[in-house]
């Protein structure tokens, strides 16, 4: 019985981890990303884009 109750409770645990470790990736991607596109130099014309490329 109490190895039964053990179980659950690690069971348990194990998935809410599982839940935050995920939950924090994802924010971090997308902490990530808005960073990126927040710090990248702007580029006005469609001209610049491309004089950008060929550097």
């Not at 039964?4 to 990303?33: P, R």
């Amino acid at each position: 019985m109490k190895a039964e109750q053990a179980a659950v409770v690690a069971k348990s645990a194990a998935t809410q981890g599982a839940f935050y470790g995920a939950l924090a990736l994802i924010l971090g991607a997308l902490a990530g990303f808005f960073g990126g596109r927040l710090g990248a130099p702007k580029l006005h014309t469609l001209a610049d884009a491309y004089d950008a490329r060929r550097v």
